[in-house]
């Protein structure tokens, strides 16, 4: 059964920072991407950020570039986020997701997400 568990969120003031973990288990996902996402009350989920496990290639959402960084350990099957300058727009609901690899751009595999308060 595949897992992707999310830790590290909780309540920070603007501008500090926070570092979102997505441990991963049940599988490999050496030949997938994996990615960050986000909901906010009432708004839709969106994309935040997402990594190429072989090779490490990362992409960023417009809003969250040159603040968030998106980093994994592949021994421990665990991709990171760091969360820094936060703004009380970044204030959601943080999930992580995987694609099943090869040539798959669905996201197929979801965490249950990890709450992020920004106050300002």
């Known amino acids: 059964q595949v897992q992707l568990v999310e830790s590290g969120g909780g309540l920070v003031q603007a501008g500090g920072s926070l570092r979102l973990s997505c441990a991963a288990s049940?599988?490999?996902?050496?030949?997938?991407?994996m990615g960050w996402f986000r909901q906010a009350p009432g708004k839709e989920r969106e994309f935040v950020g997402s990594?190429?496990?072989?090779?490490?290639?990362?992409y960023y959402a417009d809003s969250v570039r040159g603040r968030f960084t998106i980093s994994r350990d592949n021994a421990k099957n665990t991709m990171y986020l760091q969360m820094n300058s936060l703004k009380s727009e970044d204030t959601a609901v943080y999930y992580c997701?995987?694609?099943?690899?090869?040539?798959?751009?669905?996201?197929?595999?979801w965490g249950q997400g990890t709450q992020v308060t920004v106050s300002s």
């Open positions: 990594i190429r496990w072989s090779g490490g290639r990362t």
């Open positions: 049940g599988r490999t996902f050496s030949n997938s991407v």
């Open positions: 997701a995987g694609t099943r690899g090869g040539v798959s751009t669905t996201y197929d595999y």
